[in-house]
């Protein structure tokens, strides 16, 4: 039995690697295009460590392409989603999951179906919208949805706010708070692990959009990073380094943020599952 055990666990451990290395794989070689040679990245058979590492491919990024501007229209819109998408989320979370009112369980069904919607479904009615209302190329159509909330996000706080106690709310009532002030002193701050899970979620959806973006922006100066980068691989035709340089780039700040809150990120998820 204990030859078994350890058999099992082996390979287990064996899968584990192996899968980890076909996901980090890609990124490893995204890494290393980036610092060759424009001439190495065709050789056959291909190179994976470069001789010599041409740190300068970053540098002509950022001369080619205004990077900069870009990563601050991706920052600024991932800061709105993120602060607008939490705020919004949490308070119509608490008001399914602590208030009774005709209606609520189907208005949360109805929810909750919106997620079996692709995007492709519903993004040209979303575009002849935001067209009637005057407000294409520009942030408006990118960041106004965020204040109506998300049905992934809604349900994510509101599983984690039905594993809370009711009498917490009752007690609250009793000493003489209201329905807001129980919100913002009391169940805001206690869903925070949830919070945290879902400012992960929501900031790598909002850096990595690439299709909205896409629809809705027209004038170069408003791209984002993953529109600047479709925009160099245009400019930069046949400089497959200088692309993969600039996607390195790109994907920095997403991983620092997950490495940052993976432990708040890993906290949330375990405790809105096991309240669901």
């Known amino acids: 039995m204990k030859n078994n055990n350890r058999l099992m666990n082996l390979l287990v451990y064996v899968a584990l690697i192996l899968g980890a290395a076909v996901m980090v794989f890609p990124f490893l070689w995204m890494i290393s295009t980036s610092?060759?040679?424009?001439?190495?990245?065709?050789?056959?058979?291909?190179?994976?460590i470069p001789d010599?590492?041409?740190?300068?491919?970053?540098?002509?990024?950022?001369?080619?392409i205004d990077f900069l501007r870009y990563t601050l229209n991706s920052a600024l819109l991932a800061t709105f989603h993120v602060i607008f998408t939490l705020l919004s989320c949490s308070m119509?979370?608490?008001?399914?999951?602590?208030?009774?009112?005709?209606g609520k369980n189907l208005i949360y069904?109805?929810?909750l179906g919106t997620l079996m919607l692709p995007f492709q479904v519903t993004m040209i009615p979303k575009y002849f919208i935001?067209?009637?209302?005057?407000?294409?190329?520009?942030f408006y159509p990118l960041i106004i949805p965020t204040l109506l909330g998300g049905a992934f996000g809604i349900f994510l706080i509101h599983q984690y706010?039905?594993?809370?106690?009711?009498?917490?709310?009752?007690?609250?009532?009793?000493?003489?708070?209201?329905?807001?002030?129980?919100?913002?002193?009391?169940?805001?701050?206690?869903?925070?692990?949830?919070?945290?899970?879902?400012?992960v979620f929501t900031f790598?959806?909002?850096?990595?959009?690439?299709?909205?973006?896409?629809?809705?922006?027209?004038?170069?100066?408003?791209?984002t990073l993953p529109l600047a980068l479709l925009y160099l691989r245009g400019e930069a035709l046949g400089e497959m380094h200088l692309v993969m340089a600039g996607a390195v780039m790109a994907v920095i700040p997403v991983t620092i943020v997950f490495i940052v809150a993976q432990?708040?990120?890993?906290?949330?998820?375990?405790?809105?599952?096991?309240?669901?």
């Open 161 to 199: 706010l039905k594993g809370l106690p009711l009498e917490m709310y009752e007690a609250a009532l009793i000493d003489g708070y209201n329905p807001w002030g129980i919100f913002w002193k009391i169940y805001f701050p206690l869903c925070s692990p949830a919070l945290a899970a879902l400012a």
């Open 109 to 111: 069904v109805i929810m």
């Open 52 to 64: 010599p590492f041409v740190w300068s491919n970053y540098s002509k990024v950022w001369v080619k």
């Open 130 to 138: 935001w067209k009637y209302l005057g407000v294409l190329n520009s």
């Open 263 to 276: 432990k708040y990120f890993v906290q949330g998820i375990a405790a809105t599952g096991i309240k669901g």
């Open 35 to 48: 610092l060759k040679m424009g001439g190495a990245v065709q050789k056959i058979p291909p190179e994976f």
């Open 204 to 223: 790598m959806d909002s850096w990595n959009n690439t299709i909205e973006p896409l629809l809705y922006l027209k004038d170069q100066y408003l791209y």
């Open 92 to 102: 119509i979370a608490y008001g399914l999951a602590l208030f009774s009112f005709k």
